[in-house]
C-alpha cells in the first residue's frame, strides 16, 4: 500500500470497507437487520434483534454492546490519530506529502492497527512509543467495548454454573491466560534469534520482534520488515527488498510465528484460561 500513499481518494474508499469488514462488522449487521425490522417488519429480523444471546452467533451482539463497540472502535481510532499526528507529522515518513494527504494517510494508518494490517509508511521509521501503542491495539480482542456487556440473566446464570463446573479441576489451573502465552512465544523466538539480535541488533530488536509476534496474534500483519543501511556490520550481497521483518528469521523463529497465528486466530476458545492463577 505505500504505493498509495498520495491517493488520498483511494485511501478514503479503503477506509470504511476496512471498518465495516473487521471491527465494525457486529453494528454494522446488527443496524441492517434494524433497517430490515424498521421497514419490513419481519417476525424473523424482530427475533434475531430479540434473541442475540439465543442464536449463538458470535458476530450479532445486543444492540446495547453494538453501540458501545462503535464508540470504541472510533475513539481508539481517535486516540491513536492524535498521538499519531503529534509524533510523527513533520517526520520523514510522511515527506512529500501535503496537511490533507497526512491527514488521510494517519487515519488509513491508525484503522489498520486493529486489522488487515495494510500499511502506507516504513514501520521501522516511526518512534518507538508509536509502535508500543500498536502492539496495544494489535492485542485487543477486535469485539473490545469500552463498558462490560453482559447478555441477559439466563446467559449469565448458565456461564456462572459452567464456571462452577470446571472449577476444582486439576487441568484449568494449569492453562495460563493469553498475555501469558503471547510472552512465552516472544521469549522463545528471541531465543531461536538469539545470534542475529547480537550480530544485528538494530534490525533484531526486542521492539521489532514484539511488534512481529502480536501482530500474528492479532492477525493484523503489521511488520517493521527488514533494511540492509541498519546492519551493524554490513552484510555482502545484502540489498534492499520490501518484505516482512520474519523473512530473516530462522527456521525455527517462522515455525513458531506460524504457530502463533493459529493461536490467534483459536484465542477465543481460551479467553477465560488462567483464571486459577491468582496473582495477588
Known amino acids: 500500500m505505500i504505493v498509495f500513499r498520495n491517493n488520498s481518494a483511494f485511501l478514503l474508499i479503503l477506509i470504511p470497507l476496512i471498518l465495516l469488514g473487521s471491527t465494525l462488522f457486529p453494528s454494522c449487521l446488527g443496524f441492517c ?3 430490515i425490522h424498521k421497514f419490513r417488519t419481519k417476525a424473523e429480523t424482530s427475533y434475531l434483534l430479540r434473541n442475540t444471546s439465543e442464536i449463538g452467533y458470535l458476530h450479532l451482539l445486543p444492540s446495547l454492546h453494538s ?3 462503535v464508540a470504541t472502535v472510533l475513539g481508539l481510532i481517535g486516540i491513536q490519530f492524535v498521538i499519531f499526528s503529534a509524533m510523527q507529522w513533520n517526520s520523514k515518513a510522511f515527506g512529500g506529502l501535503g496537511p490533507s494527504e497526512k491527514a488521510i494517510g494517519i487515519l488509513f494508518q491508525c484503522v489498520n492497527s486493529r486489522h488487515t494490517g495494510e500499511t502506507i509508511v516504513d514501520l ?3 518512534a518507538p512509543a ?8 494489535m492485542y485487543l480482542p477486535p469485539y473490545t467495548s469500552f463498558l462490560p456487556v453482559n447478555g441477559d440473566g439466563e446467559r449469565s446464570h448458565a456461564t456462572a454454573g459452567k464456571r462452577l463446573k470446571i472449577q476444582g479441576k486439576i487441568t484449568e489451573s494449569l492453562v495460563l491466560s493469553q498475555l501469558s502465552y503471547v510472552a512465552i512465544f516472544i521469549i522463545t523466538i528471541c531465543i531461536t534469534e538469539r545470534d542475529k539480535m547480537k550480530e544485528d541488533p538494530l534490525n ?6 514484539v511488534v512481529e509476534v502480536i501482530s500474528a496474534y492479532g492477525n493484523v500483519g503489521f511488520t517493521t520488515g527488514y533494511s540492509c543501511k541498519r ?6 550481497g545484502c540489498t534492499e527488498k520490501w518484505f516482512g521483518f520474519a523473512g530473516r528469521w530462522s527456521d525455527q523463529g517462522k ?26
Do not use: A, D, H, Y
Open 255 to 280: 515455525i513458531i510465528l506460524i504457530i502463533v497465528m493459529f493461536f490467534g486466530r483459536l484465542k477465543k476458545f481460551n479467553m477465560n484460561g488462567g483464571r486459577g492463577w491468582k496473582l495477588l
Open 124 to 126: 521501522s521509521t516511526i
Open 130 to 137: 508509536m509502535l508500543v501503542l500498536f502492539v496495544f491495539m
Open 231 to 236: 546492519q551493524l556490520k554490513p552484510e555482502t
Open 33 to 35: 437487520l434494524w433497517v
Open 204 to 209: 533484531f530488536s526486542v521492539l521489532n520482534i
Open 67 to 69: 453501540r458501545l463497540l
